[in-house]
């Protein structure tokens, strides 16, 4: 296959409700589309880079000028391209793993379109629906808190993340436990605590969590497996994996015993793979993470979650979570899963004249 030009789509995506972290609070997504034109049709990717570098040092504009000044420009350079070859061609640039990630799958979407096979299929996905749970952001007032999460629970979520915090992490879990005796529930620190605050941390395992995600900082996997000693509750990394590698010495060290897998913040589709056989073939148990993505995004999110290894709720909520009107047709709670696509590629069409209304910013790149 042949790439023929790239267009890379900006556009502003209003949040339905802020969505606040231990690193922040966002209101709009600024979302990074992918457009790869290929001598055999084209294909859409997203990039999931935030705003701020406060999740990872990735930030959506120096995402952009990554693709735009090295990404794009190698892989237009070749004769033929096909995405397992992407990983390979962009390894001589250090990191920015959502921006090639984007590049991979907008490539990958054109070759699973031109062949008329689904994403799912492709990865070797073994479920036509998939279950998933909402992420909860941190709000003003624990009353507020159970508002939230009974408004999520009565849309049929029955897994359900709460972001935390210093200062906001006993009270809050205990509060959601007491109200929401059957309801799975875990947390996310996003790196927020250091060593000093296991005693208190272990106090969350009266709550019969599934999971705490990455509660130190990402490159400090001693401390994690120094806590995963101590508390009953699986310890999960998220910003600590970002390959395959990295994913084999966070188990060895017993840092973890569930992964949270992102597509962005690892490279890509073809190394999410990788990590989930990996998971697989180590008992791991892995999820599939979200980064509050459009509909492109969330179709391969999906369509990933679809493998054998996914056996957690995913962080992929239903659009009408995060978006008044997406760019994609919706994805729909049906009881508290998604529905995989089943069409060729990503298996959803990206509506312009949405694109259009939300002021979308495009630029076009050729190489040749
Ligand atoms: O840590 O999982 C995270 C959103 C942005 C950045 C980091 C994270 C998140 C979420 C949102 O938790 C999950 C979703 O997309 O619903
Ligand atoms: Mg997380």
């Given at each position: ?81 096909v995405a397992e ?201 892995v999820w599939c ?78 190489g040749r």
């Amino acid at each position: 296959m042949r790439l023929e030009s790239v267009e890379l789509i900006r556009v502003k995506m209003p949040l339905v409700r802020p969505f606040r972290t231990s690193f922040g609070e966002q209101t709009v997504r600024d979302v990074l589309l992918v457009n790869a034109y290929t001598g055999d049709g084209h294909g859409w990717g997203e990039c999931v880079a935030q705003v701020d570098p406060f999740y990872s040092e990735e930030f959506i504009d120096g995402a952009q000028m990554v693709l735009e000044t090295w990404l794009i420009p190698q892989v237009l350079a070749q004769q033929s391209v096909v995405a397992e070859d992407v990983p390979e061609l962009l390894k001589n640039i250090k990191g920015h793993r959502s921006a090639k990630a984007a590049l991979e799958m907008a490539i990958l979407d054109a070759q699973l379109r031109a062949r008329g096979h689904s994403l799912s299929r492709y990865l070797g996905g073994v479920r036509d629906t998939v279950e998933v749970g909402v992420s909860v952001g941190i709000t003003n007032s624990v009353d507020e808190l159970l508002d939230v999460v009974a408004g999520y629970v009565a849309d049929g979520y029955t897994r359900v993340k709460l972001k935390i915090e210093p200062g906001w992490d006993v009270e809050p879990v205990r509060a959601v436990r007491a109200r929401f005796n059957d309801l799975r529930l875990q947390v996310d620190a996003n790196t927020a605590y250091r060593v000093g605050d296991i005693e208190h941390l272990k106090k969350l395992d009266e709550f019969g969590l599934l999971l705490i995600e990455q509660p130190f900082e990402e490159d400090d996997l001693a401390t994690h497996a120094l806590f995963a000693q101590q508390i009953s509750t699986a310890v999960c990394l998220d910003e600590s994996i970002v390959s395959t590698r990295s994913t084999e010495v966070a188990i060895d060290a017993g840092a973890c015993s569930i992964v949270n897998i992102k597509v962005g913040r690892v490279g890509g589709l073809i190394e999410s793979r990788k990590i989930h056989d990996l998971c697989v073939s180590r008992g791991v148990d892995v999820w599939c993470g979200g980064m509050l993505e459009s509909g492109v995004g969330r179709a391969a999110n999906v369509a990933l979650a679809s493998m054998s290894g996914f056996t957690l709720p995913g962080d992929i909520s239903a659009s009408n979570r995060y978006f008044a009107q997406d760019i994609t047709e919706p994805f729909e709670l049906v009881g508290s899963c998604l529905k995989v696509p089943t069409g060729p590629g990503l298996g959803v069409t990206v509506d312009q004249e949405m694109l259009a209304s939300l002021g979308a910013v495009r630029t076009h790149i050729t190489g040749r």
